[in-house]
């Protein structure tokens, strides 16, 4: 088994029948979790970064079929934060010791070019030492181009699956996998720093599709990949599948890692919604990233992609003094900085 991770660490190709096996196979995954802890350690240390995430919209013009936010749900109840009040989200985040603000949202079409590009500008005016991620799904590259000369410096937009008839399954024949693709590689190429992504266990994924995500993310080189279980929502025409499990999640985090030793890899809200431990789990198994909730938190409820988010303890930015101490059990530190990747060679 040590061999296959010291391959993938040294940036080695697998065959199909060693990641099924690394995947599937039955080993010890304490072995694995234990072999991306030390690769995470030898670049970053103990730290753990946090992120304010601000979720500023959850109108969508998209129908992704897992999301309860996508624009068949009629029973969502919508809202979409000002201008102020993503800046007061920001300042409460400042004092509280974040140094990155996450902007994640639907594709919500009040959005403009000009009034993101607004937001993006003041918040680094206010907080030149803050990095500014931007998460609202695929937009024009001119789009891109200009909230980057704004001053946004990261842009999350998860592939969510690297097979493209996986990602048909997922999705109206209007989202298409290679409009995902095009966009990935323009915020690559525009200079962000670009996270990718995929659910562990959505409906129809099998272990040839994580094939497919792991051989992706080592073409693409992302420098965040975001990972989470699969979590139904009611409302959504996947409402009775399964959603993904613990281990499983685990485990892709804990290859990713290897796959990308200096990648961001966040231990996801869904992995804490899905088990009490999932976070701390995360962490020991490769993660070195939490985004607590920021959002007023009037709104919390409202930004419902799954059922049972978790957005209230530790997952609120105001459970964080909670979170440290577990991270800190956990046998990390939650450090205040802006928490770049650190630079390929
Ligand atoms: N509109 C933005 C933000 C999407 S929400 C975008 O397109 O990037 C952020 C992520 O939540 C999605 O990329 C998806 O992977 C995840 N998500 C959505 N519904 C989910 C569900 N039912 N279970 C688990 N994760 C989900």
Not at 50 to 68: A, H, K, M, T, V
């Amino acid at each position: 088994m040590t061999d296959l991770t010291d391959r993938l660490t040294a940036g080695g190709e697998l065959s199909d029948d060693e990641w099924r096996f690394l995947i599937d196979g039955s080993y010890d995954r304490q072995i694995l979790f234990d072999e991306a802890d030390k690769v995470r350690r030898s670049h970053y240390g103990t730290d753990v970064y946090i992120r304010g995430l601000i979720e500023i919209s959850n109108f969508c013009r998209n129908d992704c079929l897992y999301c309860g936010i996508r624009r068949s749900n009629a029973d969502a109840s919508r809202y979409r934060l000002t201008g102020e009040e993503i800046l007061a989200c920001c300042e409460r985040g400042y004092g509280l010791g974040f140094r990155t603000f996450v902007l994640q949202g639907g594709e919500d079409s009040y959005h403009t070019t000009e009034w993101v590009g607004k937001i993006v500008s003041h918040i680094k005016e206010e907080y030149p030492d803050c990095a500014v991620t931007l998460s609202l799904g695929e937009r024009p590259r001119e789009d891109y181009k200009s909230w980057h000369q704004a001053g946004a410096d990261r842009y999350l937009l998860r592939h969510e699956t690297a097979s493209r008839s996986h990602y048909e399954k997922l999705h109206p024949p209007d989202q298409t996998y290679l409009r995902r693709m095009e966009c990935l590689r323009d915020l690559k190429q525009l200079g962000y720093q670009t996270g990718a992504g995929f659910m562990v266990g959505s409906p129809f994924q099998g272990t040839e599709e994580l094939i497919s995500d792991m051989r992706f993310l080592q073409a693409f080189q992302p420098e965040m990949v975001g990972i989470g279980p699969f979590i139904p929502h009611h409302d959504t025409p996947f409402a009775t599948y399964p959603a993904g499990g613990l281990e499983r999640t685990l485990t892709m985090v804990a290859l990713t890692r290897l796959t990308l030793p200096k990648a961001l890899i966040p231990a996801t809200t869904a992995l804490g919604t899905i088990h009490p431990q999932g976070r701390e789990l995360g962490l020991r198994a490769g993660a070195n990233v939490v985004m607590p909730n920021l959002s007023p938190e009037n709104v919390r409820g409202q930004y419902s992609l799954y059922d049972n988010k978790a957005c209230t303890g530790q997952e609120a930015a105001e459970g964080l003094a909670a979170l440290k101490e577990t991270v800190a059990a956990a046998g990390y530190r939650v450090v205040v900085s802006r928490g770049d990747a650190v630079q390929t060679a």
